[in-house]
């Protein structure tokens, strides 16, 4: 018996291709919302769980550095600190990898590879000397568009008008972030995509725990998430990974990380995406 998209005259299904623009909407995931899972356990990320999530190698030693989003067909939404300063990534030493869950089984059979032609770091960029660091955003333009795919997804970004964008940065609101960072301090990154469910923290909150660290927060273009006993935290090797919010069933984009004061003991900060949704849009939408 012929199969049924072949009857309706519609090509036949191929997870590499994109049949009639299906997974052209943002935001739109597998993952089962509103489910916790303790980092205590290492959850793993399941497979489609969050499509857009990019991992960074550095091109000459193979190794993973950083993450970042597909927000575009072929751009990438990551932290300005994986490539200012010292053993950072650059430019020509950058592979971009989509379509990860676990780094080594789905390498060699999923995974679409890119290299970078522009990385574009916000010009206000700076790292302070007490630890912070601020305008933590940067944009990289990739070789080609990915084919998107049930693995292979684009991800909201969230309002640019603050109003609006505050419903998503809220206590009362639980985030996602993902990443292949180390799963304690020092230890080793890990080779599944691991996930957590973290809350935005009141601003007031996460000045009072940083002015403690001797960190002085800008809370205009950053936030706090987690928990401040450090229990929920992304780690090193997280640098660039986005924290995300689901509001009717699309997955919008309100951080990404940035630093703290040491994985694992209190809130981690992070960049507020909606301040630099205007920055972004004028630079992929040239």
Request: glycine share 10%; aromatic share 8%; charged share 20%.
């Amino acid at each position: 018996m012929p199969k049924i998209p072949e009857l309706m005259g519609a090509p036949p299904l191929n997870p590499t291709k994109d049949p009639l623009g299906a997974y052209e909407e943002c935001g739109k995931s597998k993952h089962p919302s509103g489910t916790s899972r303790n980092v205590s356990s290492e959850p793993e990320a399941g497979s489609g769980d969050w499509p857009w999530q990019a991992a960074l190698y550095d091109a000459h030693t193979n190794e993973i550095v950083c993450g970042g989003s597909l927000i575009h067909k072929n751009w990438i939404l990551t932290a300005a600190r994986c490539f200012i300063g010292e053993n950072t990534l650059s430019q020509n030493g950058t592979t971009v990898y989509l379509g990860l869950t676990h780094r080594l089984r789905d390498m060699h059979f999923r995974a679409q590879e890119f290299n970078v032609i522009e990385v574009i770091t916000h010009p206000k960029y700076i790292k302070k000397l007490d630890g912070g660091e601020h305008n933590d955003i940067a944009l990289l333009r990739l070789d080609r568009e990915a084919r998107l795919n049930p693995f292979v997804r684009t991800v909201c970004l969230p309002p640019s008008h603050q109003s609006r964008a505050n419903w998503y940065v809220n206590p009362r609101r639980m985030a996602f972030v993902t990443g292949w960072g180390r799963t304690s301090f020092n230890g080793q990154n890990s080779f599944a995509l691991m996930e957590i469910m973290i809350p935005p923290v009141l601003d007031s909150s996460c000045r009072r725990v940083m002015n403690k660290k001797g960190i002085a927060m800008e809370t205009t273009t950053e936030f706090c998430a987690g928990s401040e006993n450090g229990m929920h935290d992304a780690c090193q090797g997280d640098s660039g990974d986005p924290l995300v919010v689901q509001r009717l069933e699309k997955y919008r984009q309100i951080g990404i990380v940035s630093y703290g004061a040491r994985c694992g003991e209190t809130y981690g900060v992070y960049t507020r995406v909606s301040h630099y949704v205007d920055w972004i849009e004028g630079i992929i939408n040239e």
